[in-house]
């Protein structure tokens, strides 16, 4: 299917999936020029994100990531969307696996300039998160 969409809609900027289960899909096979990704409750494989490091040819425009309740999106994750300079905004409302450290990691690469536009975080009822926000970071 998300080949065929590809093929159809080469130009398309936003892409929305909801209870999706992506773990046999690969992030490649996605429209290259979106803008907004939102994968809202559904499971990608961990490491999904993994090409937006290696690659310069994959999602070259994205700017807006939606992976509320995407219960297996984790630190690793984070660390690979924030590689992406273009990435402006991350929402990760309910993602239980994102614990401090991936944003420690975030700030870190912030600091270093590593990532000269750090995204803003959008967290919101995420359970259990002791986490302490950088000024990048907006909180409902």
């Known amino acids: 299917m998300l080949r065929d ?3 159809r809609c080469p130009n398309m900027a ?3 999936l909801h209870q999706t ?3 046999n899909v690969a992030i490649d096979n996605l429209p290259n020029r979106l803008v907004t990704l939102i994968i809202t409750s559904s499971m990608v494989t961990p490491g999904w994100f993994q090409a937006l490091t290696t690659s310069d040819k994959v999602l070259t ?3 807006v990531v ?3 309740h995407s219960s297996k999106t984790n630190n690793t ?3 690979h969307l924030c590689a992406r300079p273009s990435i402006t905004t991350l929402k990760l409302n309910g993602c239980y696996r994102v614990t401090d450290e991936g944003f420690k990691v975030t700030r870190s690469c912030q600091d270093c ?3 000269p536009n750090a995204p803003s975080f959008v967290v919101d009822k995420t359970v259990g998160l002791p986490i302490t926000f950088g000024s990048n970071c ?3």
């Open 138 to 140: 907006v909180c409902k």
């Open 5 to 7: 969409l590809l093929e």
């Open 61 to 63: 425009h994205l700017k």
């Open 77 to 79: 994750d984070v660390k």
């Open 113 to 115: 300039n590593q990532i």
């Open 66 to 68: 939606d992976l509320s």
């Open 21 to 23: 289960n992506l773990t």
């Open 14 to 16: 936003t892409l929305e």
